[in-house]
């Protein structure tokens, strides 16, 4: 079976420029999980759905992050603009148990790099 | 609430038993166990709930103490394949987000 696919790997953009990170979950799970690592935050939630709806985006940093979930097997993640302490590897993350939380499988994560 | 980690670094030498605590400030519906290599995604290695279970797999388990909130993983005669950081994530008793705390970076040498 296939993981958690995610793209792009990496992304190395201007600071101002939008940025957008895909995301599709693992087939039959009903959650999906965006996080952020970063050396000095660590694994910080962003936002994450049940069956394709926001559940709590009380992690989004700002206005200039959205996230859409328009069906059960593709998510995406914007910036705009986007800015240098965006810098950050993007994980997305899926699970079958709902608000339960059972266990996440994890994607490769997107390293966004932010000049 | 990001839970607390402890310690945040060990360095252990190949057999040696290690334990990696998590406490949080509020009551838990459950406590989530990952590790992570360097450059790689987290991957899971255990969920404990709510009634203070102990969990095992292989020479790695854990324990849930609800009363005080905390949860301790337990790494026993480690091996070189054990090193990476180690992560705990909490759910409070809403049955909301999973939260993860700092990390704790495991080394084992030979």
């Known amino acids: 079976d296939a993981g958690v696919i995610q793209s792009p790997r990496h992304e190395v953009t201007e600071m101002g420029q939008e940025v957008t990170l895909r995301c599709k979950p693992i087939?039959?799970?009903?959650?999906l999980f965006w996080y952020r690592q970063t050396m000095m935050r660590g694994l910080e939630l962003l936002i994450y759905?049940?069956?394709?709806?926001?559940?709590?985006d009380s992690g989004m940093p700002e206005d200039r992050f959205s996230a859409k979930m328009p069906n059960a097997s593709f998510s995406t993640l914007k910036i705009q603009p986007s800015e240098p302490r965006d810098s950050a590897v993007y994980f997305c993350?899926?699970?079958?148990?709902?608000?339960?939380?059972?266990?996440?499988?994890f994607g490769e994560g997107s390293r966004l790099t932010v000049l | 609430q990001q839970p607390v980690q402890s310690p945040q670094a060990v360095i252990l030498r190949e057999g040696e038993d290690a334990v990696i605590n998590c406490s949080s400030s509020?009551?838990?519906?459950?406590v989530h166990w990952y590790r992570q290599k360097h450059g790689e995604a987290p991957v899971f290695l255990m969920i404990?709930?709510?009634?203070?279970e102990q969990k095992g797999h292989e020479k790695i388990s854990a324990s849930f103490n609800e009363k005080k909130q905390q949860s301790s993983l337990y790494l026993t005669a480690s091996q070189l394949s054990y090193s990476g950081t180690y992560f705990c994530?909490?759910?409070?008793?809403?049955?909301?987000?999973?939260?993860f705390g700092a990390g704790t970076i495991l080394r084992v040498k030979s």
């Open positions: 993350a899926s699970s079958q148990q709902g608000l339960n939380t059972g266990e996440l499988f």
């Open positions: 087939s039959g799970h009903n959650s």
């Open positions: 759905f049940n069956n394709n709806v926001p559940i709590d």
């Open positions: 509020k009551a838990l519906y459950s």
């Open positions: 404990l709930l709510k009634g203070g």
């Open positions: 994530g909490t759910q409070g008793e809403g049955r909301n987000k999973l939260v």
